[in-house]
């Protein structure tokens, strides 16, 4: 049971660096701190590579990492511009919806059928984010639902779920075909190597602005690191459901650390709403 342990880590230190990241965009260009996340990340990235066992790789590997590149940066800009806009507490718990969208992708792109109680968890997260925004329910039955329409960081989290159901399928064609820990340890450096010249190209970043904040990045970097390990390490363990399962605890994270550092208000059926996505998506993915 020790992968929980490491789930449990991996979740906080993602959750940690959301909350690194959405402090560093109050004073930085999104696409700057987009990219600290993965440039940050890559000295404690390679320090790791002497210690793990490259596979053999081949175009199997390889043409899943060049699908996944393009979407996986558009993905991570619009995460950064979705907890710049947005409290944190009304952008992660949305998240929870790459299961949902999961299941019709792995279907078409892997084959996969959802479990016999699919449909439960899927009204379980559809209710989890009613709950979110339960307050408004003055307004009318459904307000709960336009409020998310009119929450932008939601609506691009709810973008970011989606592109994640694609990348997730990808990034498990990419495992397949080397190793959890190596594609875990090198895919981040590979993607901050592509991300660079957009970060450079529209933030207009000189050196100076790129080690302007270095004990701040360097946190967001290390939380990234330490996320990756732990996820890496956890996966090796158990079944990826499980353990995607109880990473999915980094909303409640992420909950927490709006209350605790940004005095987002609402926090109660915020963490209710996430509580109950959360169940749904281990309805989906275990059951």
């Known amino acids: 049971m020790f992968w929980v342990l490491n789930a449990l880590l991996s979740a906080f230190f993602g959750a ?6 959405k402090k560093a ?33 081949g175009i199997a590997f390889f043409f899943p990492v060049i699908l996944l590149i393009p979407l996986e940066v558009t993905a991570l800009i ?12 009304l952008t992660l718990p949305f998240l929870a919806l790459t299961p949902v969208f999961l299941i019709p992708t792995s279907f ?6 959802p479990g016999k109680f699919g ?6 997260v559809t209710a989890g984010a009613y709950l979110l925004h339960v307050h408004t329910t003055y307004k009318g039955i459904l307000e709960p639902f336009r409020a998310i329409g009119r929450e932008r960081g939601s609506v691009l ?24 820990v190596f594609f875990g340890s090198v895919y981040p450096i590979i993607l901050g190597i592509a991300l660079f010249p957009l970060m450079k190209y529209k933030s207009k970043a ?18 990234i690191a330490l996320m990756m390990l732990n996820h890496c390490i956890a996966i090796s363990l158990t079944d ?38 959360i169940v749904g998506v281990v309805f989906i993915t275990l059951i």
């Open 78 to 89: 619009l995460y950064i511009k979705a907890i710049k806009s947005s409290p944190l507490s």
């Open 108 to 113: 078409f792109m892997l084959g996969e059928r």
């Open 206 to 223: 000189s050196l100076s602005m790129i080690v302007s904040r270095p004990k701040m990045f360097a946190l967001i970097g290390a939380s």
């Open 16 to 21: 940690s660096a959301d909350a690194l990241c």
């Open 25 to 57: 965009v109050e004073d930085s260009n999104e696409y700057l701190v987009a990219w600290v996340r993965l440039g940050y990340a890559t000295p404690f990235l390679i320090a790791i590579l002497p210690f793990i066992k490259f596979p053999e790789l």
């Open 240 to 277: 990826v459901s499980y353990m995607i399962s109880v990473k999915r605890t980094s909303l409640l994270f992420g909950i927490m650390y709006g209350a605790l550092v940004f005095k987002e208000v609402n926090i109660k059926e915020r963490l209710l709403g996430s509580v109950v996505m």
């Open 119 to 124: 449909l439960i968890g899927i009204l379980l």
């Open 157 to 180: 989290m709810i973008i970011v779920a989606f592109i994640y159901s694609i990348t997730s399928n990808l990034g498990k064609m990419a495992i397949q075909h080397s190793s959890p």
